[in-house]
């Protein structure tokens, strides 16, 4: 099973996708799963991950309802505010909703991204690690030291970093991303999604070239049993085609790799990490 592990839906009339504002040629409309089909049809992906758009629990349970009525949907990575003290409530009423298979952490939107470390958030974190529950983590490259102490602080947390941490790839930036990436990839918990890749580059003028260092300094951090394919649909349209993020994955792994290992990354990783498998149909 060939699977997208991160992409998005959204519908502006709920009113929670502000960040969307000042995007209108691209971001600022609807997406639902019709607007998708064609392009996983094209590029032989069955089954999705949706990431969720908003810090609400109302935009997970948006998502989880598409993903009833939508097969194309193999899980749901939403979110729960961890500073909360119900956050164990909110964890177990989505549970309890059929497609959750993670939660993801905003550190990106944090104004400052040490107040991950903050004696709540670690607490529910935490929880989620002895859950042993997914959890997607949504940072810039240059608050990965935070998310080292996270990690010393939980080292157990079964993670994965989305779009490799966004180096700022349009200015060629390397360190101190390429050494972090290592010291976070010590941790077998870890995982890193091979996504978001182009809006990090120059939107007008990217070549596949730029972003090979990159996706292999991140094979090679983490190995091929723990890295995954991602689109980023629908924001990777501000510079790029469906088509076009699986051909430049497709461009950077190179011909190398074994048949096992290419399904390890257009799904099978995906699959282990989120339990897809023992979803039920």
Known sequence: MRVDSHQHFWQLARGDYDWTLGNEKVLHRDYFPADLNAHLEQSKIDKTIVVQAAPTLKDTEFMLGLAKEHDSIAGVVGWMDLERSDYRQQYRYLLEQPGLVGIRVMIQSMSNADDVLRPASLAALQFLAAENFPVDLLLRSHQLSSVLQLLH?????????????????????????????????????????????????????????????????????????????????????????????????????????????????????????????????
């Open 153 to 281: 602080e939980v080292p157990n947390l079964r993670g994965v970093i989305d779009h490799c941490a966004k180096p700022d790839i349009a200015k060629g930036q390397w360190e101190p991303w390429a050494s972090q990436i290592e010291e976070l990839a010590s941790y077998p918990a870890l995982y890193c999604k091979l996504s978001g890749m182009v809006t990090e580059a120059d939107h007008e003028g990217w070549t596949v070239k730029q972003f090979i260092p990159y996706v292999r300094h991140i094979v090679q951090a983490f190995g091929t049993d723990r890295v995954m394919f991602g689109s980023d649909w629908p924001v990777c349209l501000f510079t790029a085609t469906y088509p076009q993020i699986v051909g430049l994955l497709e461009f950077c792994v190179g011909p190398d790799w074994t048949d096992e290992e290419r399904a390890a990354l257009y799904g099978g990783n995906a699959s282990r990490f989120y339990r897809l498998e023992s979803l039920p149909e």
